[in-house]
């Protein structure tokens, strides 16, 4: 048992796919260095403290109690209730996030996984990353009913750039990518994620034509654009991510101002650009070789908030 410790875990980005693991299909992720940060400590009594600085929001129970699940920490609740055999003394967890909350950027994933990471070091606990991944979509999908796939949880865990088979025997290849020339825009709008991911949903259920043809693009356009990065055939990447983007639209996820820091990086030199996530606002991306400070100028310029990342690698 360590008695106090720190965890860090990144935030992600989808390099291609986004959506499609609602339908088990295999995605592109990849880890950036934007960190959400945990800090552990054990305690002597029974009474067990979760506190966010970002959120301010604290609750306490005590062991043998369920906390909250209606509040934001929840995936910490939900994850407890998973966990606490293994936990027989009090504990204070808090948490503080550089990952923009509510921008696309996996934050309630970062949130799970750091969760489970923190339990893991403090205890123990032999957990695979697959097993650490799994566990928080879990939590996240089948106890808080929230309508997400694989991609978040497995990517946060794994770290680097991965391939995901997102069905229900999910599997990871680490890709050997050592740099990615990557911008990625917050269109700093207010999110509709959910609405998005709801409406689409039904409309898989319900068969859809032009949501599956739609979905089944995005989907030859990951396999694609995983040879694309083995190959470092970054211009292939980049007519990827723009025909994905195109079925985006025809899903009636983008926003104006997404298409509008879509169409702004091209302009300034951009191979490719696409929005992330679920839909109805949050950020983009832009795939731009050697016109990183360019791009961001022009995401800037079109109302966006810029970040140049790195891939991160636990």
Not at 94 to 110: C, F, M, N, Q, R
Not at 254 to 274: F, H, M, N, V, Y
């Amino acid at each position: 048992m360590n008695n106090k410790i720190s965890v860090d875990v990144p935030g992600r980005i989808c390099l291609m796919g986004d959506k499609v693991d609602l339908l088990g299909k295999p995605v592109i992720g990849m880890a950036i260095n934007l960190l959400m940060k945990f800090n552990f400590e054990e305690k002597e009594d029974k009474v067990i403290e979760f506190y966010s600085h970002d959120t301010k929001e604290k609750t306490k129970f005590k062991i043998g109690e369920s906390p909250p699940y209606e509040i934001d920490l929840g995936y910490w609740s939900v994850l407890y209730e998973r966990l606490k055999q293994y936990i027989k003394k009090g504990f204070y967890l808090d948490v503080k996030s550089d990952i923009p909350i509510g921008a696309g950027l996996s934050t309630s994933a970062a949130l799970s996984i750091g969760f489970i990471k923190t339990i893991k070091q403090a205890y123990g606990l032999k957990l695979s990353s697959n097993e650490i991944a799994e566990l928080a979509y879990l939590g996240e999908n089948h106890d808080l009913g929230i309508q997400c796939g694989r991609l978040d949880q497995y990517t946060i865990a794994h770290g680097g750039v991965v391939f995901i088979h997102t069905d229900e025997n999910p599997s990871v290849e680490v890709l050997d990518i050592k740099e990615l020339p990557i911008v990625v825009g917050d269109s700093m709008e207010e999110r509709k994620a959910a609405s998005v991911l709801n409406r689409v949903k039904t409309q898989i259920k319900e068969k859809d034509p032009a949501t599956l043809a739609a979905f089944k693009v995005i989907e030859d356009c990951v396999y694609q654009g995983k040879k694309a990065l083995l190959k470092g055939e970054f211009k292939k990447l980049g007519e990827l991510m723009n025909k994905q983007q195109e079925q985006e639209i025809i899903l009636k996820a983008e926003t104006e101002k997404i298409l509008k820091l879509c169409e702004a990086s091209i302009e300034a030199g951009a191979l490719g650009s696409k929005q992330m996530g679920a839909g109805g606002g949050g950020c983009m991306l832009a795939l731009c070789p050697g016109k990183q400070k360019e791009v961001a100028q022009a995401i800037e310029e079109a109302g966006g908030k810029a970040r140049i990342f790195d891939i991160y690698n636990y």
